[in-house]
């Protein structure tokens, strides 16, 4: 009959990924010919807890290369942006969402723009990108022990008799 025995150890309780789609706009000095360019840098985020739900706040840096003056002249204009999301995550075998719990957070699609265009002074743009988040807490699991020890195997040395007689005749006594 086998016995059990709980264990208290750290896990995944839970975990989610989620997809963002978000417009910006941004005003410019100038009427744009062009986009020429437009990349996502210096993404930071991290988790929280926020009542029953999960919170991520990150930022990133949008820079926007662009021509101007009929395709004569170019400039980069950036802008950070801010963002605040909540994750609604299914805790697994209802467990709760304690003091004690760890938030993991992972960029599973890096922020990237998607679609730009120009009217007149402004332009408009799209970033997409894609977050994971895990919630470690303690869990219990049980496992079945046994009571009984293994025995013990008895390791012989592998000694032929042939090598006890070479080594009786080989060993000379006045060597001391």
Known sequence: MAAYKEIVTKAIIGKGKKSFKNNYDLEIEE????????????????????????????????????????????????????????????????????????????TLYQPNCSDVRIDGT???????????????GETKMKIAIEEEEDPWDIIEDE???????????EVSEEYL
């Open 31 to 106: 009427e744009a010919s062009t986009v020429l360019g437009c990349w996502v840098i210096n993404h930071k985020f991290k988790g929280y807890k926020s009542g029953d739900k999960v919170g991520v706040s990150g930022s990133y840096d949008v820079n926007i290369w662009y021509s101007y003056d009929n395709d004569s002249k170019t400039k980069v204009v950036n802008k950070k942006i801010e963002y605040n999301d909540t994750f609604n995550v299914r805790l697994r075998n209802q467990a709760d969402l304690a003091d004690e719990t760890d938030i993991i957070v992972r």
């Open 122 to 136: 402004k332009i408009y743009f799209t970033i997409e990108k894609e977050l994971g988040v895990e919630i470690v």
């Open 159 to 169: 000694v032929q008799e042939e090598d006890l007689k070479q080594i009786d005749e």
